[in-house]
């Protein structure tokens, strides 16, 4: 009872994480996983590429058009003849570029006004103000963008900060022409004197028209150190003089509102509160209104005592303040800037907000349910058969009778369903030749022992006589016991793999006539003429590697069948040949041909079995044990070779035994 219920334990079904369908499951939900995980991820960074490719397009154009309209507004004091320059924005950027005032009255709009063009988007892309301008950098103009106001240095001198006026604002700085071109000399032949000493540069023209040099290579202690003057580039022209006077004016304005002191600015925007300047020392100084390397041009600030941080805040906003005020007659009145698409809309801006992440989780969550659904059904369909399998395997374990399964399909499953099919099969055709090898054994010792037993009981009643007689019939008996005995000892060796053969170079034909000249009192006896024959259009065998002992056991049970089946006038008749030239490479063919009643087709398959016979009567006299040629096929088998038989009804039998010329494989047959 308990070793049935252990078995019956083992056919409880194993737990998910053990079985082949939670595998499956765990391998393709992991596989999803990646899957999805590795799509999604590279959908994410492939769309956020473009999505940031496209805003940074959209953000270069939009920067190129306010940066063209500010150029404007910073060199013309009204917007009037903004158009052209609005239509050539638009036909760049492909956009639609609308500027109206503050109150939305519009100044230019590159759509025109027929057909009436779509309605302005609610909220400006930008304020077109030179004079409050954010920090965004220009493709279109160097310098472009923040100008800078004085603000202290750690030297002690005021240097430039951030400023909000566009540098091309430049107002009563502007130089005129004459003025200019003085500069432009003075600066030209300085860049001659440099590079006669060795040092290159180039002149770089402001917006307001002054010249500055700028040595090549951003090293200007090689200019401080050579013999060229700049300080007619360094101090002011007439206009400039007019405008910075203007200017400083304003910014002390401003000062004495706050009750601060005075300052006094220079062309840089730099101040000093000190009225007698100290020991100078060179130090960079950037070109008023545009930004250019501090290297540019050298020249001479004086060096004041540090200021407090609260005054110098106070002076740069009287300085900013008052530069506002000076160019406010001189620039555009500021302007809103409306950019959209030229249908209307508003340039689309692409970002992967929390709504579109929580759509790819949605969509990847999604397929992975999927993938997991589709996996258990799948998972589910593969098991199903292998459950069928273990149950069928777990039941013939268990003794019960051998069950079929069903083959579904034709895949891998359905053919391990089949094999295991053929195997219950086998197994039960093995399993009936069992009881029937037992029942045959049974009987075929049953009778000579019955026989010995009743001549014995008959010699100690006094009814049979101790003659040599008496003796001759016991001794036949044991004979025939002594046959069945050795015939199944050879057959248990041969399925062992341990039949002992002793093979060695042989002539087959010499074989044959051994054989013929052992059976031929029993030919004789039966009336049967047994002999050799020369094969006919046929090669002759070639030499054999044989054990002459077991050949000879072999084709003498084949003699001695076929005498037995053949009656009185009937022949049996031997011969050898080659399978092909007769070469050492060729197999040797030996057939055993009779005269007798033949085998029946339906029988033909069962010749070689154990306990076989082609009459049912069981007599030994007339079927022999049924061990004979069983015994045939297994010595050809050790010997490397096969058994055949071809059969007539009423015509007679062949059998053949077809045999390597090589002999036994050593490795498989002990020797």
């Not at 002149?203 to 300080?231: A, F, H, K, L, Y």
Request: proline fraction near 7%.
């Amino acid at each position: 009872m308990l070793r049935r219920a252990e078995r019956g334990g083992q056919r409880l079904r194993l737990p998910l994480r053990k079985s082949l369908l939670g595998r499956l499951l765990a391998v393709s939900a992991l596989v999803a996983a990646c899957s999805v995980a590795a799509t999604a991820w590279l959908a994410v960074q492939t769309t956020s590429g473009a999505i940031e490719q496209e805003q940074g397009r959209n953000l270069a154009a939009d920067t190129r058009v306010l940066d063209g309209l500010l150029a404007y507004a910073a060199e013309h004091p009204t917007w009037d003849g903004v158009g052209i320059t609005v239509d050539e924005l638009a036909d760049a950027s492909d956009r639609r570029i609308t500027l109206t005032t503050q109150s939305r009255e519009i100044l230019a709009d590159s759509a025109g006004s027929s057909p009436p063009p779509p309605a302005l988007p609610p909220q400006a892309s930008a304020v077109v103000d030179p004079l409050s301008v954010a920090a965004v950098p220009s493709e279109a103009e160097p310098g472009a963008g923040s100008v800078t106001v004085a603000v202290p240095g750690t030297d002690g001198a005021q240097r430039s900060g951030n400023d909000r006026v566009d540098p091309r604002a430049v107002g009563p700085f502007k130089l005129p022409e004459a003025e200019r071109a003085s500069l432009r000399r003075t600066a030209e032949e300085t860049v001659r004197c440099l590079s006669r000493s060795g040092i290159a540069s180039d002149v770089i023209e402001s917006p307001s028209g002054r010249p500055r040099i700028q040595v090549v290579g951003n090293d200007p202690d090689r200019m401080q150190n050579s013999r060229c003057s700049t300080d007619d580039l360094d101090s002011p022209t007439g206009t400039e003089t007019k405008a910075l006077t203007a200017l400083n004016g304003l910014v002390n304005a401003c000062l004495d509102r706050q009750g601060r002191e005075a300052v006094r600015l220079d062309l840089d925007l730099s101040w000093n509160t000190r009225e007698e300047p100290e020991a100078a020392t060179a130090v960079p100084r950037p070109v008023p209104g545009v930004a250019v390397p501090q290297e540019a041009r050298p020249t001479v600030l004086p060096t004041p005592a540090s200021l407090d941080s609260e005054n110098d805040r106070d002076i740069a906003s009287c300085v900013g303040i008052a530069r506002q005020e000076q160019l406010s007659s001189y620039v555009a009145s500021p302007a809103l800037l409306f950019i959209s698409d030229p249908g209307g809309g508003a340039v689309p801006a692409f970002e992967l907000s929390s709504g579109n992440t929580a759509k790819i989780t949605g969509v990847a969550a999604l397929v992975l349910a999927l993938t997991v659904g589709a996996s258990v059904l799948a998972g589910a369909r593969l098991v199903r058969p292998l459950h069928a399998l273990t149950g069928a395997a777990q039941r013939m374990r268990d003794g019960e009778s051998p069950s079929h399964v069903v083959v579904a399909a034709d895949n891998e499953i359905g053919r391990l369903a089949a094999a295991f099919n053929d195997m219950t099969e086998h197994r039960a055709r093995l399993e009936e030749q069992r009881k029937a090898l037992v029942s045959d054994v049974a009987h075929e010792l049953r009778t000579p022992l019955s026989n010995i037993r009743g001549w014995l009981e008959g010699a100690q009643d006094g009814i049979a006589e101790l003659d040599a007689s008496f003796v001759s019939s016991l001794l036949e008996e044991a004979v025939q016991l002594q046959h069945i005995i050795d015939d199944l000892q050879d057959l248990a060796a041969a399925d062992a793999g341990v039949l002992r053969l002793h093979p060695e170079p042989l002539r087959i034909e010499e074989l044959l006539t051994y054989v013929v000249a052992a059976h031929q009192a029993e030919a004789d006896a039966a009336g049967v003429a047994l002999t050799v024959a020369e094969p006919e259009g046929r090669e002759p065998p070639p030499g054999l590697a044989a054990d002459p002992v077991r050949m000879r056991q072999a084709i003498g049970n084949l003699v001695s069948n076929a005498v037995r089946h053949t009656p009185p006038g009937g022949r049996v008749t031997l011969r050898a040949y080659a399978t092909g030239s007769g070469g050492e490479g060729d197999d040797t063919v030996v057939e055993v041909a009779d005269t007798g009643c033949g085998i029946a087709p339906e029988d033909l398959p069962h010749v070689f079995d154990r306990f076989w016979r082609a009459e049912k009567s069981r007599s030994r006299r007339t079927g022999g044990s049924g061990l004979g040629l069983a015994i045939v096929r297994k010595l050809v088998e050790a010997h490397g070779g096969t058994t055949g038989v071809a059969s007539t009804v009423g015509h007679g039998s062949v059998f053949t035994l077809r045999l390597p010329s090589a002999g036994p494989d050593p490795m498989r047959t002990l020797v």
